[in-house]
């Protein structure tokens, strides 16, 4: 859920005063991470498809946000492919479209040439970029390894936590069933309608305020 992940972003490591970076600031390594779970996250995105994402699939939109292409996915196997608008959000630390920003602008200080191709890369010998993204199975960790640094349960954390987290997120927000399965992606309302029913049983309980 949203209280979560602001933990979790919150919780991010930083540079000390004996590190070589700038003290105080996100690691470049967390900047990665904040990207990754930040946009997918807002996304509903599942984990191959988040590590899918290259440089070509992003489009910022001046005032809006940042659309994301998602080329191919489990429930498009004919790779139609679905544009996902991410909004700017209301806190900088926490804004979906400011974070990967900000990981495109650090990858292209911190690698030869220009930061193009994969966007989610992995990094070897400590804060160096690699040329190929993390694997799938990769998101998880990094969630796992936030999650506990931030006071919570890793065992609680997979990458399917941050889309199925956003699906209920929304839904307890009051957004319109048909505009989350639009975004989430989904391709029958069975599978997207466990969602529906996990997010609602609290509200409007028949059991809440009855004299107990």
């Known amino acids: 859920?949203?209280?979560?992940?602001?933990?979790?972003?919150?919780?991010?490591?930083?540079?000390?005063?004996?590190?070589?970076?700038?003290?105080?600031?996100?690691?470049?390594?967390?900047?990665?991470?904040?990207?990754?779970?930040l946009v997918g996250w807002t996304g509903a995105l599942r984990r191959s498809e988040l590590v899918a994402l290259t440089t070509e699939d992003i489009q910022f939109i001046e005032g809006e946000g940042v659309n994301v292409y998602?080329?191919?996915?489990?429930?498009?196997?004919?790779?139609?492919?679905?544009?996902?608008?991410?909004?700017?959000?209301?806190?900088?630390?926490?804004?979906?479209?400011?974070?990967?920003?900000?990981?495109?602008?650090?990858?292209?200080?911190?690698?030869?040439?220009?930061?193009?191709?994969?966007?989610?890369?992995?990094?070897?010998?400590?804060?160096?970029?690699?040329?190929?993204?993390?694997?799938?199975?990769?998101?998880?960790?990094?969630?796992?390894?936030?999650?506990?640094?931030?006071?919570?349960?890793?065992e609680a954390y997979s990458a399917h936590s941050l889309r199925a987290g956003f699906i209920t997120q929304a839904i307890r927000a009051g957004k319109a069933e048909r505009r989350v399965k639009e975004h989430s992606g989904h391709e029958s309302w069975e599978t997207f309608n466990e969602y529906v029913e996990e997010a609602g049983t609290f509200q409007d309980n028949p059991a809440e305020g009855i004299g107990l």
């Open 70 to 154: 998602v080329r191919r996915s489990k429930s498009d196997q004919e790779a139609e492919g679905l544009v996902k608008g991410l909004p700017y959000g209301s806190n900088k630390e926490t804004c979906p479209v400011t974070a990967l920003r900000q990981w495109l602008q650090a990858g292209e200080q911190n690698v030869e040439g220009s930061f193009k191709g994969d966007i989610f890369r992995r990094f070897y010998r400590g804060e160096s970029i690699g040329e190929s993204a993390m694997t799938a199975q990769y998101v998880s960790t990094v969630l796992k390894r936030h999650a506990e640094s931030a006071g919570l349960d890793p």
């Open 1 to 37: 859920m949203v209280e979560d992940l602001r933990s979790i972003i919150e919780h991010l490591p930083r540079y000390s005063s004996s590190d070589g970076g700038p003290t105080g600031h996100l690691t470049l390594t967390a900047l990665r991470d904040r990207a990754l779970l």
